[in-house]
T-cell receptor, first 115, second 115 residues
Framework: AQSVTQPDIHITVSEGASLELRCNYS??????LFWYVQSPGQGLQLLLK??????LVQGIKGFEAEFKRSQSSFNLRKPSVHWSDAAEYFC?????????????FGTGTRLQVTL | DAGVIQSPRHEVTEMGQEVTLRCKPI?????LFWYRQTMMRGLELLIY????????DSGMPEDRFSAKMPNASFSTLKIQPSEPRDSAVYFCASSPSAGGFVIQYFGAGTRLSVL
């Protein structure tokens, strides 16, 4: 069965500091990996996705993530955090188009940014 | 495009009442998903449709829950009778046919409180 683990429930960083949110997945085949962000009272917005190719993927709002197959990880990073990045972040794994694999979400990491 | 539109944004009802949540997917999207988000269980897929046909409802918690998609631009999730444990945020998402599960666009959600 596929699963996603986000070990950090809550992270606090200072504005301007770097950020790394951890994500580990379990999937029996080549995974499709995603990071979503949810601002308070809002739906989920796709930050970035990995399907294949270059293992370092760029997303919106200055975020990037690196796929490491050997570690079953897909960590999200940002070099310099802005106060507006405070939100909840979800990692998800699924199969590709044409598969019957659903998206499985992690439990989320809540990011707090201090000024 | 206006994105996925859900209504109402907030719903407060009493135990035993019928609740109907509504969703308008993005025009041209062939897949529609209903999710439930709670603190305890995170984001769970309840049911999804492809071309208006329910494909997998294994996530629907019990017979009190039902979902329909009478046409390509409208879906409902109904709870009858509602119970306090149904209190959650319910999200609708849609996806184009080429994306299948993998590129989902979320609505802003309906926050349901059952008293």
């Amino acid at each position: 069965a596929q699963s996603v683990t986000q070990p950090d429930i809550h992270i606090t960083v200072s504005e301007g500091a770097s950020l790394e949110l951890r994500c580990n997945y379990s999937y029996g085949a080549t995974p499709y990996l995603f990071w979503y962000v949810q601002s308070p009272g809002q739906g989920l917005q796709l930050l970035l996705k990995y399907f294949s190719g270059d293992t370092l993927v760029q997303g919106i709002k200055g975020f990037e993530a690196e796929f490491k197959r050997s570690q079953s990880s897909f960590n999200l990073r940002k070099p310099s955090v802005h106060w507006s990045d405070a939100a909840e972040y979800f990692c998800a794994v699924g199969g590709g188009p044409g598969t019957a694999s659903k998206l499985t979400f992690g439990t989320g990491t809540r990011l707090q940014v201090t000024l | 495009d206006a994105g996925v539109i859900q209504s109402p944004r907030h719903e407060v009802t009493e135990m035993g009442q019928e609740v109907t949540l509504r969703c308008k997917p993005i025009s041209g999207h062939d897949y529609l998903f209903w999710y439930r988000q709670t603190m305890m269980r995170g984001l769970e897929l309840l049911i999804y449709f492809n071309n208006n046909v329910p494909i997998d409802d294994s996530g629907m918690p019990e017979d009190r829950f039902s979902a329909k998609m009478p046409n390509a631009s409208f879906s409902t999730l109904k709870i009858q009778p509602s119970e306090p444990r149904d209190s959650a945020v319910y999200f609708c998402a849609s996806s184009p046919s080429a994306g299948g599960f993998v590129i989902q666009y979320f609505g802003a959600g309906t926050r349901l409180s059952v008293l």
